[in-house]
């Protein structure tokens, strides 16, 4: 009976998530222009696929040791052989693809408007199949002795409970890789450095992608205890503070930009992912308001002074936002700020640096090789006419396109 809840309980958190990835397709199309809708649409589905054969194939089996080359009878739990009864194994798996989904779904807003198709499928394979799955590993199935050295040297090891670090933050330094990669768009700034405003396609759109975000959060965070044994109503309340305060911060930081409101929410959602199984409500609730304001703050110094066209912003949404996360959850986990206890400053900086670095390095790398190797940019002509009628041979709006 236990097993078959569980599975029921698993399985709702991987269908949770697995919309949330709507809500990145939907975050994507508002904020492009009207030409690369299709693009943005087309991009996620076919990323989840191909994230899902990645790693089902090598990922999971790189990240816990775990290879579905077995019968389906062991693959339920019938006959043994490390998989749980009644397939809650399986789920897991499901829940844990649409974790690491998340990486090309992340990257996607960075590089859009301007970037080739096949090879940022080439890249999903890539990211998903290898380098995500061994930092996961790492952190979450205690691989190669890091946690161990940590919880030895700090007295406890790195702590992410639902992803702050291990998802968001690899995922936003990945993409930095990319973008740097990429360059700005076309017309984005001025031969002397200015930069042109490229305003949203759709408010709606990108309004209705924040809100199943939003939704499907609570299925990424509390769902993310594996058994109705385990889970805990404090994190549903620290996830919807942190939400809660990174709206408000990034109202008035952003004096009252719709697409900063939005996105706010996600950033609180980021950073508190890593503590809010050990969080106060409070703490929560300032740890997502700084997450709003780095997230405000951060997307303005990326486009108007870095000059690092990050088009959805994703490096200060999930990059920066999801290190002040890692980092946050070794300040107010602890329980003289309020947090249950059993975590290291020490262990959280360590572990949210080495996130950050091995992502960079690894973004960098593969679309680097990618981009040495047969280019990863659409032509000037693909990109003014679109990625839409470029790639995918139709619009958005197929009736005006005929017209025309």
């Known amino acids: 009976m236990n097993e078959g809840a569980n ?7 991987a269908i949770l998530v697995f919309a949330m990835h709507g809500g990145f397709a939907f975050l994507e199309v508002g904020s492009v222009r009207h030409k690369n809708q299709v693009n943005a649409l087309v991009k996620i589905l076919v990323d989840f696929a191909l994230s899902t054969l990645a790693y089902f194939i090598i990922g999971y089996t790189i990240a816990y040791g775990t290879t579905f080359l077995a019968s389906a009878a062991t693959l339920s ?7 749980e009864l009644q397939g809650l194994t399986l789920v897991k798996f499901f829940f844990l693809t649409t974790f690491a989904a998340a990486i090309p779904a992340i990257v996607s ?3 859009a408007e301007r970037m080739k198709f096949v090879p940022q499928c080439l890249a999903t394979v890539a990211l998903v199949g290898l380098a995500y799955p061994f930092f ?3 952190v979450w199935n205690g691989n190669f002795g890091f946690q161990g050295w940590l919880e030895a040297a700090f007295g406890a090891p790195f702590h992410d409970f639902a992803g702050s670090v291990v998802v968001h933050a690899v995922g936003g330094w990945i993409a930095l890789g990319a973008v740097l990669h990429l360059g700005p768009r076309l017309g984005r700034y001025t031969p002397d450095g200015r930069a042109v405003g490229i305003p949203p396609s759709s408010l709606p759109w990108l309004a209705l992608g924040s809100w199943l975000l939003c939704v ?3 299925g990424f965070n509390v769902m993310t205890a594996g058994s109705l044994e385990a889970v805990s109503g404090l994190v549903a309340l620290n ?3 942190a939400m809660v305060g990174g709206i408000l911060v990034a109202l008035v930081v952003g004096r009252n930009d719709p697409g900063f409101v939005h996105n706010g929410a996600l950033a609180g959602l980021v950073a508190v992912c890593a503590g809010s199984d050990v969080m106060h409500p ?3 609730l300032l740890v997502g308001g700084v997450a709003g304001a780095i997230f405000v703050k951060g997307f303005e110094w990326c486009h108007f002074k870095l000059k690092v066209d990050d088009v959805l912003g994703v490096w200060p949404l999930h990059g920066i936002c999801g290190a002040w996360g890692g980092i946050a959850a070794g300040v107010f986990g602890l329980e003289t700020m309020g947090g249950i206890g059993g975590v290291s400053f020490a262990s959280q900086l360590i572990g949210t640096l080495a996130g950050v670095a091995f992502a960079f390095a690894a973004g960098y790398l593969v679309y680097g090789v990618l981009k040495a ?4 940019r659409l032509s000037p002509e693909e990109e003014r006419r679109g990625a839409d009628l470029s790639i995918h041979k139709i619009g958005a709006s197929p009736e005006q396109d005929i017209g025309r």
Do not use: D, H, R
Request: glycine share 34%; hydrophobic share 45%; charged share 5%.
């Open 7 to 13: 599975v029921f309980f698993v399985l709702l958190g």
């Open 77 to 83: 739990g019938e006959n043994g052989g490390g998989f």
């Open 109 to 111: 807003g960075g590089i």
């Open 136 to 138: 996961e590993g790492i």
């Open 216 to 218: 499907g959060w609570f």
């Open 239 to 241: 996830s919807l503070m």
């Open 282 to 284: 409070l703490g929560s």
């Open 373 to 376: 190797t047969q280019g990863i």
